[in-house]
């Protein structure tokens, strides 16, 4: 079966702290997506990556920076949480269907 | 920037009812997928649309392309409570592989 697992299925931060957000697929997929989902907004694209050390900034990259050292792993990071960042963040991995990972739920205080 | 438009955005149905979601573009996309996503999770595949006109079933959902691969419909006949959730709808770009989210439609089917 196919698996995206998310490091995390819960978090809470402090305003400032550096975070960490970990995924990793085992379909040896080339595209690995991080998306963040609020009411009403729908999933909105991050970043996305398509090969190992590559990465494209997606709708609302401001914030955040990525991570693709591996070709299983794709890293999200908060380089001085806010509050405005909090929401439920999304992995996704695909070659032409995407498959998600459970998601984290991040709150930060 | 291709975006997606759903609609409705929400909508509270009886069991045994029918229900059609809808998401529109102005782009044209390679493909065109359907995801449901319940509380807590991630979304799910449920179909993927490749060709203009397409219409593919899934038991009692019914997925169409349009013509001109910038809009699909989602036909649910016979709602059931197991239908509840969020339904999304998802542009494949093509060249770059990326995809694009519509907003959601948020199904409730009351028992």
């Known amino acids: 079966d196919v698996k995206v697992t998310q490091s995390s299925r819960y978090l809470v931060k402090r305003t400032g702290e550096k975070v960490f957000l970990e995924c990793v697929q085992d379909m040896d997929h080339e595209n690995m997506f991080w998306y963040r989902q609020d009411p009403g907004l729908g999933l909105r694209l991050i970043y996305f990556?398509?090969?190992?050390?590559?990465?494209e900034k997606g709708d609302i990259p401001e914030g955040y920076s990525v991570s693709r050292e591996k070709k299983e792993r794709f890293s999200l990071i908060l380089e001085s949480a806010s509050t405005n960042q909090t929401s439920m963040y999304l992995c996704?991995?695909?070659?032409?269907?995407?498959?998600f990972g459970q998601g984290t739920r991040l709150t930060v205080v | 920037t291709q975006l997606l438009e759903q609609s409705p955005q929400f909508l509270s149905i009886q069991e045994g009812e029918n229900l059609t979601v809808y998401c529109n573009s102005s782009?044209?996309?390679?493909?065109l997928q359907w995801y449901r996503q319940e509380p807590g999770e991630g979304p799910v595949l449920l179909v993927t649309v490749v060709t203009g006109g397409e219409v593919k079933k899934l038991k009692r959902l019914t997925f169409q392309f349009g013509d001109a691969r910038k809009d699909s419909s989602l036909h649910i006949t016979a709602a059931q409570p197991g239908d509840t959730g969020l339904y999304l709808c998802?542009?494949?770009?093509?060249?770059?592989?990326?995809?694009?989210f519509g907003t959601g439609t948020l199904l409730a089917v009351q028992p």
């Open positions: 996704a991995s695909s070659r032409r269907k995407a498959f």
């Open positions: 782009s044209v996309f390679s493909s």
């Open positions: 998802a542009g494949d770009g093509g060249a770059t592989n990326k995809l694009i």
């Open positions: 990556s398509y090969d190992v050390k590559m990465k």
